[in-house]
């Protein structure tokens, strides 16, 4: 079991999910003028989804972006086979 070696994501799916979160800020900031031209639940809703796509842009990026300055994804030329 120690010998296991730890699963890091692709270098490209890091990219990826960079993106993603940045697509959610945008949608954040299309959104943002959607809560005044609402009342009642439809504003609270609207209020909500900004909240949670925010938290969940931030910390998705964040974590991503952390890897992959940190060179915390897999490398084709770390595979095992590749060693003789």
């Known amino acids: ?38 009342t009642g639940a439809e504003r609270l809703l609207f209020i909500a989804a900004m909240a949670l796509f925010t938290v969940v842009a931030v910390a998705l990026g964040g974590f991503s972006l952390r890897a992959y300055l940190k060179g915390e994804y897999d490398r084709p030329e770390d595979e095992d086979g590749s060693e003789e």
């Open 1 to 38: 079991m120690e010998n296991e070696k730890k699963r890091y994501p692709s270098k490209i799916s890091l990219i990826l999910r960079i993106v993603v979160s940045a697509y959610l800020l945008y949608l954040v900031w299309g959104l943002r003028g959607a809560p005044a031209s609402h």
